[in-house]
């Protein structure tokens, strides 16, 4: 068993490096994500997740392509999404597309939905954002349903009803992947998470810790609302944002150009105001560590731990080297820290090996009570 998992996300951006102004092809990009990944599991991390962008300058627009790739190219390392879009994508190629990846990666795989930030998305998929809501919570109810019953009848709102269908290939072992909600700041999502049991994954990148603990508060109250564990036992991952130095001064001054010009959060609060506000950290290994832990600290023991190492421009170079940095001086520390203390209680990092072996003894509870029951009703 696992208790914590860390890896890395990305959101596949293609964004100029400033420091050359030297701007990365579409295709030198992608090699670049598939080179990280397979650099992620050679440091010892456990999970590379791709975002899902279908507008510039981003390039992951087919993340089971990039995944079933990775699939082939790694042993270890489970392999998610950081976004797969619930509101425009149909329920049901979602369902096929990951229950075949989960079979090619043997079950290596889960996934994380999420509505998607971009408003002109929804209309180049036939969809109005103003139903982003409700879009997620019809469609991921689908899914479930499609993951869950071999024979599906359904009708919605925003598809075509479906009769007597079924959904190839089946999931893996019966059992479907794993699914985390991702949100930044709707209540919906985690209340969605908790309905179902699912994770609830805080992207805990640009806002203040105190907007991401109401959220996962939320999420871990209705967990045990709906009767599936206790708070303790609700799955919960968080993001974060370092760069990684041998020492803070020089982190610090390789990292500001890449900050200060970053399409997201460049030409805004200074890399001091943004680092003193957001769980973004820039310096040593040390510094690093220490920032990391103090997320117990607001949000309980959680499970998996994903940064982001690969955006505003970095080279390819500059986050392979990061990367050696997290898995070899990092990571091992927060390991053994975050394990210290961690109550018994709390859940385990979910697996499908570990959820199927769960699958499997609750089915042969359900088949003891039934003896049971019928023995007595003979009996009587």
């Known amino acids: 068993m696992t208790s914590m998992q860390f890896g890395i996300f990305s959101v596949g951006d293609v964004t100029t490096d400033p420091t050359t102004g030297r701007t990365p092809t579409e295709h030198e990009r992608i090699k670049a994500m598939l080179a ?79 509505r998607g930030n971009t408003g002109p998305v929804y209309p180049w998929f036939g969809q109005d954002i103003r139903q982003g809501i409700p879009l997620a919570i019809e469609n991921y109810a689908l899914l479930r349903k499609l993951w869950d019953e071999e024979v599906v009848d359904w009708q919605g709102r925003f598809r075509t009803p479906l009769q007597g269908f079924t959904s190839t290939p089946r999931p893996l072992d019966g059992v479907a992947p794993f699914v985390w909600h991702g949100s930044i700041r709707s209540p919906e999502i985690a209340e969605q998470a908790a309905y179902y049991g699912d994770g609830f994954f805080a992207n805990h990148i640009f806002w203040p810790t105190g907007h991401f603990q109401k959220l996962i508060d939320l999420y871990r109250d209705r967990f045990a609302h709906y009767g599936h564990g206790t ?14 130095g041998r020492n803070s001064q020089d982190a ?5 150009p890449y900050f200060d010009n970053a399409p997201v959060y460049g030409h805004g609060p200074s890399l001091e105001e943004f680092t003193s506000e957001t769980p973004l950290t820039v310096g040593s290994p040390q510094e690093v560590i220490e920032k990391t832990l103090t997320f ?85």
């Open 36 to 114: 990280i990944a397979r650099k992620a599991e050679e440091v010892g991390l456990d999970v590379f997740a791709t975002g899902e962008h279908h507008n510039p300058p981003f390039v992951p627009s087919s993340p089971t392509t990039m995944l079933g790739y990775l699939a082939a190219k790694t042993e270890r390392l489970i392999l998610s999404t950081s976004t797969t879009l619930i509101t425009t994508n149909d329920p049901v190629k979602i369902a096929e597309d990951f229950a075949m990846l989960q079979h090619i990666a043997d079950g290596r795989v889960d996934l994380m939905m999420g």
């Open 231 to 244: 708070r303790e036992q609700a799955y919960v991952g968080l993001g974060g944002q370092v760069f990684i």
């Open 252 to 256: 610090v001054r390789e990292f500001r």
């Open 296 to 380: 117990r600290e607001s949000f309980g023991d959680y499970q998996r731990q994903l940064f982001l190492m690969d955006h505003a421009g970095l080279p390819l170079k500059t986050v392979l080297e990061q990367l050696d940095l997290l898995g070899e001086e990092v990571v091992p520390v927060l390991r053994k820290e975050l394990e210290k203390d961690r109550p018994a209680g709390t859940a385990e990092a979910p697996t499908h090996a570990a959820r199927v072996a769960a699958a499997r003894s609750e089915q042969s509870e359900r088949s003891e009570q039934s003896d049971k029951e019928q023995q007595e009703e003979v009996s009587a």
